[in-house]
């Protein structure tokens, strides 16, 4: 009763946070000086074409008018149109959206199939070598400019090495060659659905570099986090019995200790998580990655608040869920964690 009590009241903060969201940069939008009737109507307007326009967007009716016009269609889940290219904006983010979650995702298996292990053999053997170098690379990882590891790995892997692709999600003659049917967004599970072998080797090689520079955060937070919670873990006297009963390092350390030493480490992953949804922006422009991005940032340039502002309600509701999740996560895993 607990738990579902709790989890009605988070579902409620929820509701709340997003809709203050919506409510701010609703305002923002309509307050920041622009002119969307005019950009509506495009290049070289007459006034009878901007009355005309104001009318039909409804920018002639009081704000809390339209404020409640655009909350009602967001219940009916109809996130409004792009004034940019005049397309229903939900039907866009089905398009950019994917392609952003594919680079998040990798990002994030990247960061912790590397960071975990790192971070609690660095903490077995503090001290070592392989400690000084885990927090030498952590520290590294946190410190280096996205924009300036980014164009590093272009300059190293594309230009001087000619193993990676420098930008896109799929190389112009393999898409002519071997088209890829879209089902989910994600290139390379429609690769793999369809046993496009071709096609998904590139995909996988284009993810590459981008995934790596987006990973580079979160990694070195993993590492970091992991590494001091395997430190004060293995001093618990439960690490102690287990050493004295004989029991394997390796089982020590990866199923003992890291079972308690990855409740801190969750919250790291679920910042990361979100880290890498906004900081996908910029690794999307240096990557000429087409994904959410990419989306906002010509809605940004093009003054096309109706995307904006959906965008980052789109953000929003990633961020709200996955900490509503990782709270409900860390309650199931550690029955010490009390549900308030």
Same mark, same amino acid.
């Given at each position: 009763?607990?738990?579902?009590?709790?989890?009605?009241?988070?579902?409620f903060?929820?509701?709340v946070v997003?809709?203050s969201?919506?409510?701010i940069?609703?305002?923002i939008?309509?307050?920041? &000086?622009? !002119?969307p @009737?005019?950009?509506w109507?495009?290049?070289?307007?007459?006034?009878?074409q901007? @009355?005309? @326009?104001?009318q039909?967007?409804g920018? !002639?009716?009081p704000?809390?008018?339209?404020?409640?016009r655009y909350?009602t269609s967001? =219940?009916?889940? !109809?996130?409004g149109?792009?004034?940019?290219?005049?397309? #229903?904006?939900l039907?866009?983010?089905?398009?950019y959206?994917p392609?952003?979650?594919e =680079?998040?995702?990798?990002?994030?298996?990247?960061?912790?199939?590397i960071?975990?292990p $790192?971070g609690?053999l660095?903490?077995?053997?503090?001290g070592? @070598?392989?400690?000084?170098?885990?927090?030498?690379l952590?520290?590294?990882?946190?410190?280096?400019?996205?924009?300036?590891l980014g164009?590093?790995?272009?300059l190293?892997f594309?230009?001087? $090495?000619?193993l990676l692709p420098?930008s896109?999600?799929?190389?112009?003659?393999?898409?002519i060659n071997? &088209?890829i049917?879209?089902?989910t967004?994600?290139?390379?599970?429609?690769?793999?659905i369809?046993?496009?072998?071709?096609a998904?080797?590139?995909? *996988?090689?284009?993810l590459? =570099?981008p995934?790596?520079?987006?990973a580079?955060?979160?990694?070195? *937070?993993?590492?970091r986090?992991?590494r001091a919670?395997?430190?004060?873990?293995?001093?618990e006297?439960?690490?102690?019995a287990?050493r004295?009963?004989? *029991? &394997?390092?390796?089982?020590?350390l990866f199923v003992?200790?890291l079972?308690?030493?990855?409740? #801190?480490?969750?919250?790291?992953i679920g910042?990361?998580f979100?880290?890498?949804l906004?900081?996908s922006? $910029?690794v999307?422009?240096?990557f000429?990655?087409?994904?959410l991005?990419?989306?906002l940032?010509?809605a940004?340039?093009?003054l096309?608040f109706?995307?904006?502002?959906?965008?980052?309600l789109?953000?929003?509701?990633?961020?709200v869920?996955?900490?509503?999740? =990782? !709270?409900?996560?860390q309650?199931t895993?550690?029955?010490?964690v009390?549900?308030?």
């Open positions: 009763m607990q738990r579902w009590e709790y989890l009605l009241k988070r579902l903060l929820a509701i997003l809709f969201i919506s409510l940069t609703f305002f939008a309509r307050v920041l &000086p622009s !002119d @009737a005019a950009a109507v495009g290049p070289r307007p007459t006034q009878e901007i @009355a005309k @326009a104001t039909t967007l920018l !002639d009716q704000l809390y008018v339209q404020y409640w909350l967001l =219940l009916r889940g !109809d996130l149109v792009s004034i940019k290219s005049r397309q #229903p904006i039907t866009e983010l089905k398009t959206l392609a952003t979650l =680079l998040v995702i990798a990002s994030m298996i990247i960061g912790e199939l960071g975990l $790192l609690v660095s903490g077995a053997w503090k070592g @070598a392989l400690d000084n170098f885990s927090r030498i952590a520290v590294a990882c946190v410190s280096v400019p996205t924009f300036f164009l590093l790995l272009q190293v594309f230009a001087r $090495l000619k420098i896109g999600r799929i190389s112009n003659e393999i898409a071997y &088209p049917t879209p089902i967004g994600f290139y390379t599970i429609d690769t793999l369809a046993g496009n072998w071709p998904f080797q590139d995909v *996988l090689l284009h590459i =570099l995934a790596i520079t987006l580079a955060f979160g990694l070195g *937070l993993s590492i986090m992991t919670s395997i430190i004060e873990t293995l001093n006297k439960y690490i102690l287990a004295v009963a004989g *029991l &394997p390092r390796r089982t020590i003992l200790a079972k308690n030493a990855i409740m #801190p480490t969750l919250n790291v910042l990361s979100v880290y890498s906004t900081g922006i $910029l999307e422009v240096i000429s990655w087409p994904g991005g990419q989306y940032t010509n940004v340039l093009s096309d109706p995307v904006i502002v959906s965008v980052t789109v953000v929003t509701v990633f961020y869920a996955v900490n509503l999740a =990782l !709270d409900l996560i309650a895993i550690d029955p010490r009390t549900l308030s």
